[in-house]
């Protein structure tokens, strides 16, 4: 047994390396290689490079570092071809049903019930005239350009972090100071108050010493008198004894006033307050965690089943000097660094709003932009119709402030709402709801009806409302289309635009009622409602929750945007 485990020490593991360390496999061992020598051609592991480098000190080594300059070993499958999940394989296919690159093992595996499995040499004919493909560079080229501002911003931030942390501790310092200066008074007012007292007390006792010495003075030097004048005869004795009389009297008289106080002290009663209200502030103020970019928005604040309440709103006007007519918005949603963008319908424009409501930058669509959705990052997908089947999703990406059409993916349906949930866009035709890939490719149809106005996923992707304009109806589906619930309600004429929060709270505009509402989670009951044409919403068409500034903006066919505040 022991031979065994000696030669099996000695063959090396039998794990599967990108690399092998040359020598140690000329010894029969696998050992991973951690360094490639250009002149050499050859792989080393730690221990061996070592004496590679005592024989050739001119020779140039690269490390893990710099791996992708590490020329493959024959036989070995390149880099780019290597199957992630079976480094021995190459990627030979595709499987469409999955729309996910695959080596015979991964088939094998896990797509042997697939029915489309095609070979990545007749899928991949005619990719470099492909416009996608074409326009890859520079997808990536703005893609690391976002990656490196977002560092960049990153650093800038942790700066500001730590001049902030220095401010924060000086305005603690500073209040501290003024702490201890308001202590310090208080110590030297009581303690003066506290040398008065003594002092009175004091000289009240040293008058009260004085008079008793005086009066014991008095009483010897009359005794004396007295019993000098023994021989004198009687007339002296009488007078010493009346005037004698007189001061016993009086001496009485001053132990009975002085005995009237037994002792002087003096007694101290803090206020306990002070103590109290000190132990009850466990820090100098409170601190915010302000981050734009939190996973959990500050909708989390609050439950999933609070009741919202309206705390006024405000009004923006988003028309600027290039449109021809009145603003219809009908698509709003919110960046991760707090930007809004909308959609105007009616003067075909997309438009992006700075932290305060003002529009700082648009551009323009070939025909009428409908919904969107936000992707991920600062890009969001804009529906984009011709009031025919020509219809297409132009995916906008904001950089330096700028909205730039990045890529267009072509449907064979009409394109009136978009949601975005994993790896997959969810896309409305106003009579069906279809899945896609977020390369466009169709995966299904989910749900089918007459009217498929908007749609919202909540957060966990397991449910999916839409809004039925014509029947006046909130839809509430699963995610595989089965229909929950069907909801109604007297202010729900013309259910419109569907928005819901990361926290599951559901929201929705009604273009004929003229309402903005709460509903429950299930799609079952109305909870609030929350605007109506006296706030100042007027055929609202799209609604969206801010969780910066936990207020709802609401637009529709007017030249304002309607910000309330929700409390």
């Not at 149809?445 to 014509?470: C, F, H, P, Q, W």
Request: charge should be neutral; glycine fraction near 6%; hydrophobic fraction near 30%.
């Amino acid at each position: 047994m022991a031979s065994k485990f000696e030669s099996s020490i000695q063959r090396g593991c039998d794990f599967i390396h990108d690399f092998a360390c040359s020598p140690c496999e000329e010894d029969g061992l696998n050992t991973e290689a951690q360094h490639f020598c250009n002149l050499c051609t050859k792989y080393y592991c730690d221990i061996c490079v070592t004496k590679h480098n005592g024989l050739y000190k001119r020779h140039s080594v690269l490390d893990r570092k710099d791996v992708k300059k590490w020329a493959a070993p024959p036989g070995m499958v390149d880099v780019l071809e290597r199957c992630e999940r079976h480094p021995g394989e190459a990627l030979k296919l595709v499987c469409g049903d999955h729309d996910q690159l695959c080596c015979h093992v991964c088939v094998a595996v896990d797509h042997r019930n697939c029915s489309s499995i095609q070979h990545i040499p007749d899928v991949a004919k005619g990719i470099r005239k492909d416009p996608e493909f074409r326009q890859l560079p520079q997808r990536v080229a703005v893609l690391r350009k976002q990656i490196e501002d977002m560092i960049n911003d990153r650093k800038k931030n942790s700066a500001s972090l730590r001049k902030t942390r220095t401010t924060i501790v000086d305005e603690i310092k500073a209040t501290r100071k003024k702490i201890n200066d308001i202590l310090d008074k208080m110590v030297k007012t009581t303690v003066h108050d506290l040398d008065r007292l003594v002092a009175d007390q004091e000289l009240s006792i040293q008058k009260d010493m004085e008079s008793c010495t005086q009066m014991d003075d008095e009483l010897k030097n009359i005794i004396y008198d007295i019993q000098s004048k023994d021989s004198s005869g009687e007339p002296p004795l009488y007078i010493g004894f009346r005037k004698c009389e007189e001061i016993i009297k009086q001496a009485n008289e001053l132990l009975q006033n002085m005995s009237s106080v037994v002792k002087y002290e003096i007694t101290f009663r803090k206020h306990n307050e002070i103590e109290d209200n000190l132990c009850s502030v466990t820090t100098f103020g409170e601190l915010n965690d302000s981050n734009v970019f939190c996973k959990q928005p500050r909708t989390s604040l609050f439950p999933r089943d609070h009741v919202f309440a309206t705390n006024g709103y405000k009004k923006y006007n988003v028309k600027i000097s290039s449109d021809k007519g009145k603003c219809d918005i009908r698509g709003i949603c919110e960046l991760p660094g707090g930007e809004i963008i909308i959609t105007d319908y009616n003067n075909m424009t997309v438009k992006l709003l700075d932290q305060e409501y003002r529009v700082v930058n648009h551009c323009d669509v070939p025909k009428y932009p409908f919904d969107m959705c936000h992707i991920g990052g600062n890009e969001v997908a804009v529906c984009v119709n011709n009031n025919d089947n020509r219809c297409e999703l132009h995916v906008i990406n904001i950089t330096k402030g700028k909205l730039v059409t990045t890529r267009k993916l072509s449907l064979f349906h009409r394109c009136f709402s978009a949601a975005h949930h994993g790896n997959n866009l969810y896309i409305s035709s106003n009579t069906a709801l279809y899945v896609y890939t977020m390369t466009g490719k169709l995966i299904e149809k989910l749900y089918e009806d007459k009217s498929v106005m908007r749609i919202a996923i909540s957060n966990d992707g397991k449910t999916i409302y839409t809004t039925n304009l014509s029947k006046n109806q909130l839809i509430t589906l699963d995610n595989l289309g089965n229909k929950l619930a069907t909801f109604t309600d007297p202010d729900l004429l013309g259910s419109w635009g569907v928005h819901v929060t990361t926290a599951g709270h559901v929201f929705v505009c009604c273009y004929n009622s003229n309402t903005v509402l709460q509903v429950d989670k299930d799609g079952k009951t109305k909870l609030a409602t929350l605007a109506r044409r006296q706030d100042g919403v007027y055929t609202p068409q799209a609604v969206f929750f801010s969780s910066r500034t936990s207020s709802m903006v609401v637009g529709g066919w007017k030249d304002t945007l309607r910000v309330i505040n929700v409390r």
